[in-house]
């Protein structure tokens, strides 16, 4: 008889997780080692076991046979044979292929000898390899170290790479256990622990990977941390300029590092100082297609020791190139997630390192490390005049024409009423429908067109509660650090992407002082094409697990604080 | 005529000689035709050997050497036995080709005697079967007067007259000679070079060595061909000589299996199907007989696909996805789950019938024990040969042809009445086994088979699994009632239209394997009853389980845990999946109605989107039927914003008719109004200009030509004149 667990494997590699067994707290901790999370709606999230999910678990040391026992153990069906069997030949691969460093060269270890004669004969590495030196090991040229373990990975051999990082510049940086704004600061445990794991006591076991934290959880904090402990220089490399200036602001607020110690290299300022950041468009700039990227020499204009992909899942191939290329530094990624739009997690895998640790957001909600969020739609009605506009136009033109509804403005205006006390920000696609209604509500607006200056003016009169709302367009999406932020209106998308729903949500998830307890409308005109994209929405967000609810204008406030509840028994 | 007819005194006196010749020498010789010249070079240090014994003659150059003229029959035999090594490499010259090189084709249906049946249809593998068995070896060993046996195969009753020939085994003496020359080869664990065999026979045999050769070449009981090294060697069949230096059987080894099978594969596909048919309905030709391929693809793809290791291993027939496709409609035909229904333009669709809802709404005992029932061998009656009669010969009397027997009645007479439907046709030898032994049964009452075949199966029964070839092959050669029953030896058959086949024993033994692989791969690999395994080393093991005992009727109660129906665990989850923790086939069919299928069995088996509720509504479903049906299913509540957003989407849904139209276009208003007026009731204003017939068409055309508007084929008449109004159809 099958244990009755709250874990259903199948044979396709899914993995459902059922939320209301007794035992989900365990089957859930297993999949965060061994597996990952594809969706986690309400009462069943679903994981996938991959080959990637297994030689992550395996670089954090577990073996195969006591994974698979513990997995038919909390199962409540014996484990399907085909699962079995992959799985097993996944997990024999990882550790057959070790990277050791050998003088000044670089020596690929193989412990099997089918195995080499196979990667012997595989063309993709082997113009990589100098020779054989034994028949079981080949010496490798320095240069190519990442490309080799980046060709391997993609043939479905894992290369564990032991040879080690050079120092770096030494840099001399503590964190403050008071910010310099004063207030009082420690790591969060789960902070602690992630950096001590891709520290790794300095070995070589150590020092490269990534860090899985969903968004609000500090993951630049994390980064901090690791900065302290390998203390050499560091470049830091984000998705946008205002995420550098946070990243400046964080290690101004946080380490003990001076302001000139810290380097802007932005279109505005090409400052390389021991600390430097910059972002990923920024060293992925050219002046025309055909022409090289100018900036990419800045990863060996210092001797850096160490390099911070933040938002790692948005690294262009590019910068994986030259990544490739210095994988005798240390390297660490953040992210919220390790799936990416381009399919390209082995060359996360390989290049930037494994997964070295990941915290499940319910976990970091459930301690109030982040807040939690409740998501509602509201289907607005059109005016007779616009729906008729709506149904006669072309496809495109009736998104934009359903987006800018004029009776959402009402409806921004009461609920900001509603939420009174909160930090709003009013988030949206189109400028002039933002400019119309920054206008009517006035407040103040922020668009690609606001400059650098004016946004952080904006952006700290909204953390110091100067203002109490903002009006945003996209430009918002990433690394905004909002702390206070707990009320977002969204009054128009761009066609319902997922990546641009996980980063609006994630400006009001930094945890919040008193209930804890964010808000999300959306505001979708009714029975228009905004309904179809808005479902899109709808369902990422239930797999992502927010509450979601779906109101009338009328039945808006009746209801918020009964759904608030429900969301928080749920939860 | 034959190429053993030759001298063979004087072929064997040339066998010292040729055995002297290096290879080289050999091969020179038989490269070239016997009349051609060859360089005199080529033949080394042999060429002074083989002027010696009168082999060549030079040129005047001395530099060609030729064959001497009495030398050509000999080389001739050797390069024939060259082309055809039976006994060396069996491998790439099966018997087949043997005969082929060395009989005409006359003589090869007189090969196998007096069968008017094999010599009718001159089936080579008919006649390769009567040749390649021990018993064929002794029968010939058990002649005491060879005149029978050897009129049919010289004469032969389509042989000509220039074939005909006279006796081989002239008198007694020969045929002794000929027995003990065949019991020598027999004893031997290898073919024996002929100069070899020849040197050892001596004085005391009953016969020149030669004649004793000849009619065992002759008749293809003995076979002749040259080694490596291009040496005549004489032997048995390789298949007998390996028979008769078998080592006993040994019981079948145990095996660890790293990876396993088990469930019911049969039943699972039938439901598979079912809910598929459910959802959409697979369309068939138009024979209402047979699906279109793009529905068989479909209805394919559902399967849950077999691991390939066992769909290679001899179980194929029970794992690849066509057998079992084809078997899973057949249970669904046989126990009415499924129907033909015509559609639109007359087209059938093959749909569920309401037992098939009734079917999935069961719980999984219930449902396996309706499908399992039909195959329990203790509650099988045994047919009568009359009926398998009628099955052997569906609609035929005498002119039934056995090889198009559409089906294996061994199956059918001692299995199940139902099996013959997983049973493709297996050739007619069997179908004269199956006959025989229910013609015992008629006699004996017994059952010897079943009991046999409950005897073997039950062997596996246990925690352990056994190696599968080993055990088949065990079972096979011990416990096969088929070698127990002596009347399936007999060389006359009562049944054949024809006359009567010659079953061996390697035969009886091959069937009773068939037999028990298509009860394991047919019946017991898909229906549960035996788990299959492989082990490290690609091996195939098989236990018995527990359905498998209840099957073979060695346990009283199918070991399957009762469910109550409607217990299953199902979820619907606010992104609009809905989750089966456990099957739940009735509850899938249902939910298939209104929603888009992911998977199946277990897991995330369905998603609610816009597409499937309007195509639910598009055949008159309503929201709060879709709705109350989730309720009912769901282990929770369902989730606010699915109930609301599916309300939305059945709301959606407009029904339009659609329908031809005959309307009136008119020139003007005033012809339409004059039209309207005529036309009454029978007709309807759709607009300025344009009227609809409703009914009544000749009368209306009548009435309206009385009035002066006549229907043309234009527009164009002005109004003074007589208006014309032109009638078109529209849809």
């Known amino acids: 008889v099958p244990p009755n667990g709250p874990l259903i494997v199948l044979n396709d590699f899914q993995v459902l997780l059922e939320v209301d067994h007794a035992r989900f707290p365990d089957g859930r901790d297993l999949l965060l080692l061994c597996a990952e999370l594809e969706k986690a709606p309400e009462h069943v999230h679903t994981y996938r076991l991959t080959p990637l999910s297994i030689w992550n678990a395996r670089a954090l040391g577990l073996e195969v046979e006591p994974l698979l026992a513990d997995l038919a153990r909390e199962a409540r069906f014996p484990l399907p044979t085909n699962v079995v069997h992959d799985v097993r030949e996944w997990g024999k691969r990882y550790g057959k292929l070790t990277l050791l460093r050998e003088g000044d060269d670089l020596a690929l270890d193989i412990d099997d000898d089918a195995l080499a004669a196979e990667v012997a004969s595989l063309d993709l590495a082997r113009r990589y390899i100098v020779a054989r030196t034994a028949p079981r090991r080949f010496a490798v040229r320095t240069a190519e170290r990442g490309r080799l373990k980046q060709a391997l990975t993609k043939a479905g051999f894992p290369v564990r790479d032991l040879a080690g990082y050079t120092d770096g510049e030494p840099l001399a940086l503590a964190l403050r256990k008071d910010t310099a704004a004063g207030a009082a600061f420690a790591l969060r445990d789960y902070q602690l622990d992630a950096a001590g794991r891709f520290f790794a006591s300095g070995t070589a076991r150590g020092g490269s990977g990534v860090i899985v934290l969903p968004c609000g959880a500090g993951k630049t904090v994390v980064g901090l941390a690791c900065m302290q402990h390998v203390q050499t220089s560091t470049l830091i490399l984000t998705t946008s300029t205002a995420a550098v200036r946070q990243w400046i602001a964080e290690l101004l607020d946080k380490t003990d590092l001076s302001p ?312 | 005529v034959s190429e053993f007819q030759v001298n063979w005194g004087s072929i064997l006196a040339r066998l010292p000689t040729w055995k002297g010749l290096t290879r080289e020498t050999r091969v020179t010789i038989l490269a070239h035709a016997a009349s051609n010249t060859r360089p005199a070079a080529a033949l080394g240090r042999d060429l002074e050997r083989l002027l010696v014994g009168h082999w060549l003659n030079l040129s005047l150059e001395k530099s060609r050497a030729q064959l001497e003229l009495d030398l050509y029959p000999f080389v001739r035999l050797l390069r024939a036995l060259s082309r055809a090594p039976v006994l060396s490499d069996p491998e790439s010259c099966p018997l087949e080709d043997y005969l082929r090189t060395h009989f005409t084709t006359e003589e090869r249906i007189s090969l196998v005697g007096p069968d008017p049946y094999l010599s009718y249809y001159n089936s080579p593998s008919a006649t390769v079967a009567a040749l390649s068995s021990t018993s064929s070896l002794q029968a010939f060993l058990g002649l005491s007067d060879a005149g029978k046996y050897e009129e049919k195969r010289l004469q032969g009753r389509y042989r000509s007259g220039i074939e005909r020939r006279s006796a081989l085994l002239r008198d007694h003496a020969s ?106 309905p697979a369309r068939m030709k138009q024979d209402g007989i047979e699906l279109f391929a793009r529905a068989t693809v479909r209805l394919g793809a559902a399967l849950r696909p077999s691991p390939p290791w066992v769909v290679r291993s001899l179980l194929m027939f029970g794992a690849n996805i066509p057998e079992r496709l084809f078997r899973a409609m057949v249970l669904a035909d046989v126990l009415e789950l499924t129907r033909v229904r015509r559609g639109d333009e007359d087209a059938p669709y093959l749909v569920p019938t309401d037992a098939a809802r009734a079917f999935l709404r069961q719980g999984r005992k219930e449902r396996a024990e309706r499908v399992l029932e039909m195959f329990r061998l203790d509650r099988i009656p045994v047919v009568g040969a009359d009926e398998l009669g009628v099955r052997l010969t569906p609609g035929r009397g005498e002119d039934f042809v056995p090889d198009e027997a559409p089906i294996d009645p061994a199956g059918s007479a001692y299995v199940s009445p139902r099996v013959f439907d997983f049973f493709p046709t297996s050739g007619w030898e069997i179908s004269r086994i199956a006959r025989t032994i229910v013609d015992l049964e008629a006699r004996t009452s017994a059952c010897p088979v079943r009991d046999a075949l409950v005897e073997a199966l039950s062997s596996l029964e246990g925690e352990r699994f056994l190696d599968w070839e080993e055990w088949l092959e065990g079972h096979a050669r011990s416990g096969n009632p088929f070698l127990a029953a002596p009347e399936l030896m007999r060389e006359t058959g009562s049944f054949v239209p024809f006359g009567s086949v ?230």
């Open chain 2, 502 to 731: 010659h079953v061996s024993e390697e035969r009886l033994e091959e069937y009773w394997s068939r037999f028990l692989l298509h009860i394991a791969a047919q019946v017991l690999v898909p229906l549960g009853g035996f788990e299959v395994g492989i082990d490290e080393a690609d091996r195939v093991a098989l236990r018995l389980t527990e359905i498998g005992a209840w099957i073979l009727g060695r346990r009283d109660d199918l070991p399957i845990a009762t469910t109550e129906p409607g217990a299953a665990s199902i979820l619907v989850q606010p992104n609009f999946d809905i989750v089966f923790l456990s099957p739940a086939p009735g509850e899938e069919a249902a939910i298939a109605a209104f929603a888009e299928r992911r998977g199946r069995s277990v897991g995330t088996l369905f998603s609610i989107t816009r597409a499937s509720c309007l195509a639910a509504a598009s055949v008159g479903m309503r929201a709060e039927e879709a709705v109350a049906t989730l309720e009912r299913a769901s282990k929770k509540g369902l989730p606010k914003n699915v109930v609301s957003e599916m309300r939305g989407w059945f709301a959606q849904a407009r029904v339009v008719e659609m329908r031809k139209a005959e309307i009136i276009v008119c020139p003007d208003e005033e012809t339409a109004a004059k039209v309207v007026a005529i036309g009454g009731t029978r007709v309807r204003r759709l607009s300025e200009l344009v009227v609809e017939v409703l009914r009544g068409r000749p009368q209306l055309v009548r009435a309206m030509r009385e009035k002066g508007v006549f229907v043309g084929s234009g527009i164009q008449a002005p109004p003074a004149a007589a208006p014309s109004a032109q009638i078109t159809s529209r849809r």
């Open chain 1, 260 to 571: 000139d110690s810290i380097g802007e290299y932005t279109g505005l300022r090409k400052e390389i100082r021991p600390v430097t950041l910059s972002t990923y468009q920024m060293l992925t700039w050219r002046r025309r297609d055909s022409d090289s990227f100018e900036h990419l020499d800045l990863f060996d204009k210092r001797e850096w020791g160490l390099i911070i992909y933040d938002e790692v899942h948005l690294l262009p191939a590019p910068i994986f190139q030259v990544t490739a290329s210095i994988q005798a530094r240390r390297r660490l990624g953040l992210t919220a997630t390790l799936v990416r739009e381009d399919g390209l997690e082995r060359d996360v895998f390989a290049l930037i390192g494994p997964k070295i640790a990941e915290v499940p957001w319910k976990v970091l909600e459930r301690s109030g490390w982040i807040a939690k969020a409740l998501c509602t739609e509201v289907r607005v009605p059109m005016s007779r005049g616009l729906a008729l506009e709506h149904a006669a136009a072309e496809e495109r033109a009736k998104f934009r024409i359903a987006a800018e509804n004029p009776a959402k403005l009402p409806l921004i205006r009461e609920l900001l009423a509603r939420h009174k006390g909160s930090i709003a920000l009013v988030i949206g696609t189109y400028v002039d429908q933002l400019e119309r209604i920054a206008a009517e509500l006035e407040l103040p607006l922020v668009t690609g067109k606001t400059g650098e200056r004016r946004r952080e003016e904006l952006y700290r009169d909204l953390r110091e509660g100067k203002i109490r709302a903002l009006v945003v367009s996209k430009v918002a999406n990433h690394s905004i650090d909002l702390p206070d932020a707990s009320l977002a209106i969204q009054v128009s998308g761009t066609f319902g992407s997922r990546q641009e729903e996980a980063q609006r949500l994630g400006r009001i998830l930094r945890p919040k002082s008193g209930e804890n307890q964010a808000h999300f409308y959306a505001l979708v005109s009714k029975d228009s094409v905004e309904e179809v994209f808005a479902q899109a929405r709808q369902r990422f967000l239930c797999e992502q697990g927010y509450a979601y609810r779906i109101v009338a204008p009328g039945e808006l406030m009746a209801g918020d604080e009964r759904e608030a509840q429900g969301a928080e028994v749920r939860s």
């Open chain 2, 175 to 280: 045929l002794r000679g000929a027995q003990a020359l065949l019991r020598l080869l027999m004893a031997e664990q290898a073919p024996v070079h002929l100069d070899v065999i020849h040197s050892r026979w001596n004085a005391t045999m009953p016969c020149t060595f030669a004649g004793a050769l000849e009619p065992l070449l002759s008749y293809g009981i003995a076979l002749l061909d040259l080694d490596d090294e291009l040496r005549p060697e004489l032997g048995i069949l390789p298949t007998i000589r390996q028979r008769l230096h078998r080592s006993p059987a040994r019981a079948p080894a145990v095996r660890t299996p790293r990876e396993t099978l088990t469930g019911i594969l049969g039943l699972e596909d039938l439901e598979t199907i079912l809910l598929e048919l459910s959802s959409e």
